[in-house]
């Protein structure tokens, strides 16, 4: 099970701390069926943001194996 997290992330000595998004503007969105579309949804919102230089949206397979 496939899903895409997304998030803004603190600016620190100008530049973007990868390891701090802020809670505010965490989301996740999914499931999805795939991979594949996973990537694509990622792709589509980091599009919507992309003069947002510390924003940053990611696919997460989070299948357990059974």
Not at 16 to 44: C, I, Q, S, Y
């Amino acid at each position: 099970m496939w899903f895409v997290f997304e998030a803004e992330y603190a600016i620190e000595n100008g530049r973007a701390n990868w390891n701090k998004p802020l809670p505010e503007t965490m989301a996740w969105h999914g499931p999805f069926p795939d991979g594949k579309v996973a990537d694509e949804v990622a792709r589509a919102r980091m599009w919507t943001k992309v003069d947002t230089y510390a924003h940053k949206a990611r696919p997460v397979d989070m299948t357990v194996a059974g």
